[in-house]
C-alpha cells in the first residue's frame, strides 16, 4: 500500500496500564496498531498534548475507562457533537476527559469528528491484567473502530 | 439584637483536594472562620515507618501529582543526611533542573487555569478560553513544557521514577536536554508577555502583616537548599524546624494547623515568602519583570500572589536555562549509600512554600519514624486570617459577591488540600 496518503483517523488510547483496568485504552490503541488507514497514539489526557496529538487529522477515537454505573466490560459511545457533560470535581490536579475535549471545543481545536469510546472497568489494582470482560470489551471496541473508520463518509 | 450572618461554600471549587468555608458574623462583627479540610487524612507517614530507607522517594512521590519532586527530594537530603552521602555538585544541578520543570507546571496550572478566571470574572477556564483562546493556549503549551522537563529528567511528569536517594537511577544525554532548549527560550518570553498582562488586572486593595517564611540562601534564589528564614528575623537550620513550629489539631480540619512556637504567629509560606526574603537573588530578566510588574521589594497583597507566581514561572525557565547550558555528561548517576541510624532533615521549597521531612531510621537503614510537612497545611491558619480581615472588612457585601470575594482569597494561596491533610498522632493516656 506504498504511496497511500496519511490516514486521516487517529485513535488515541488514554489510561494507566499499570492500573489493571484503567489500560483499557492504552490496550485497543496496541490492538490496531498496524490497521491500514488508522494511526494510533496513547496518552495521559492532558489537554495540550490531546490537541497536539489529533492536529491534522479529521477523524479521531479518543478510548478511556469510563465508570457510569455498568457492568465491568460495558461499553458506551458519545461522540462531541454536542457538549460533554463536564462535572465539578474536587481536584484541579488532573484535567478529566470531558474538560479536556470542551477546552479544546472552546479553543476551536475539535477534530471535524470525535468519537469517545469508554469501556467499564471491573477492576483498578496496580499491576494486574485486564479482567477478562474488558478483555472482551477492548476487541469488541477495536473492532467497532475498525468498522466505523472503514465506512467513511 | 445583632443578626447573624453565615457564608458558606460546601465544596471549594479550583483548589485540590476537598475543603469547605464556614464564616459566622455577629452583628458587625466576625466571629468565626473556618476552613474545614474533611479530606480524609492519608496516613502517609505511618506507611513509611518499616519500609527500606531507599523507598522513600519512591513512597513519598505519591503524596502529589502535581508537587511529587519536592515530597522525593525532602525524603532523599534526609536520608543522605542521615547516610553521611556529599552529593556531587552536577547532581545537585540536575535536581534544581527537574524542580525548575515541577514550579513551571504547578504554577502555569494555577495561574491561568485556576486564578486566572476570577480576576477575569469567568467560573472556570473553559468559560474563560472562549474569550481568551490565545492566552489559554499558551498557558497549556508553559504547562506541557515543564511536565516535559520533569519527563526529561524524572522518567515521566506524574510520580517521576528516575529520582532516588543520592541522585538518580540514570542521568540526561547533553542531546536529550539540548531538545527541550528552545521551549524554554519560548517559555521565558511567554511568561513575560503573561505577566505584562497580568500586571494590568485589578486587585482589591488588601494587605496583611504576614510573617513570612522561606528557604533562604546566601547566593541563589531557593529551590533545593538553605536556611529557614522569616520577616521577623528568624535564621535557623532544617534541623530546627520542629523548634521554630509548634503543631496542633483543630477540630474542622484533617490537616493539622501550624504556629510559630515563640511569637505564636501564624506563618506564610509559598511564592510571596520566598520573593519577599529572596528577591535580590531572582535571576536577572525575572527581576526585572518583578520590577515592571510593580511589585516592589515585598509584596503584601495575596491577590497579587499571581505576579508573584508568574515571576517565579519566569525565574524557572530562566533558571533552567541558566542549568541546560551548562550541562555536563555526568560520571555517575548517583552516590551510593549505606544505611546508618540516625535522625536526618529536608527541606525543599514545593511550589506551595517550604515542604519539610524528617526520618528516623535504625542501623539496617529500615525507618522507625517520619514526618512531613507540607505548606498548605503551615498556610491554613493564614488563609483564615486573611478571611477574617477580609470578611470584617467587606461586610457591606452581599453573600454572593462576599462568598465568592472568599473563594478568591483561598485560591491565592494556591492550596493542596490532598498534600495538607497530615495527621496528627493519637495517643490515649489511661490513667
Known sequence: ?153 | MSETRTIEVDYLARVEGEGALYVRTEGDRVEEVKLRIFESPRFFEAFLRGRDFREAPDITARICGICPVAYQMGAAQAMEQICGVHMDAELEDLRRLIYCGEWIESHALHVFMLHLPDFLGYPDAITMAKDHPELVRKALRLKKIGNALMRLVGGREVHPVNLRVGGFYRTPTVDELAGIREDLVWGLDAAAEAAEFLAGLEFPDFEMDYEFVALVHPDEYPIIHGRIGSSSGIDVPVSDYDRIFTETHVVHSNALHSHLTESGRPAFMGPMARFALNRERLTPKAAALADRSGLGTVCRNPFKSILVRTVEIAFAFEEALRLLDAYRPIARPAVEASPRAGTGFGATEAPRGVCYHRYTLDEAGIIRDAKIVPPTSVNQPTIEADLHSLVQSHLDLPDDQLRHRCEQAIRNYDPCISCATHFLDLTVERG
Open chain 1, 1 to 153: 500500500m506504498s504511496g497511500q496518503a496519511a490516514p486521516e483517523s487517529l485513535v488515541i488510547g488514554v489510561g494507566n496500564p499499570w492500573r489493571g483496568d484503567d489500560g483499557a485504552g492504552p490496550a485497543v490503541a496496541r490492538a490496531l496498531a498496524g490497521a491500514p488507514g488508522l494511526a494510533v497514539a496513547e496518552c495521559g489526557g492532558e489537554p495540550a498534548e490531546l490537541m497536539e496529538r489529533w492536529a491534522g487529522f479529521e477523524r479521531v477515537f479518543l478510548v478511556d475507562a469510563l465508570v457510569a454505573g455498568g457492568r465491568p466490560g460495558s461499553i458506551h459511545r458519545l461522540t462531541a457533537e454536542a457538549p460533554l457533560p463536564v462535572v465539578a470535581r474536587h481536584s484541579s490536579h488532573g484535567v478529566g476527559l470531558a474538560e479536556a475535549v470542551e477546552l479544546a471545543r472552546a479553543l476551536g481545536e475539535l477534530p471535524s469528528k470525535l468519537v469517545i469510546y469508554g469501556i467499564e472497568p471491573g477492576h483498578l489494582d496496580e499491576g494486574a491484567a485486564l479482567s477478562p470482560a474488558v478483555a472482551t470489551a477492548v476487541a469488541g471496541v477495536a473492532q467497532a473502530i475498525l468498522d466505523e473508520s472503514g465506512r467513511r463518509r
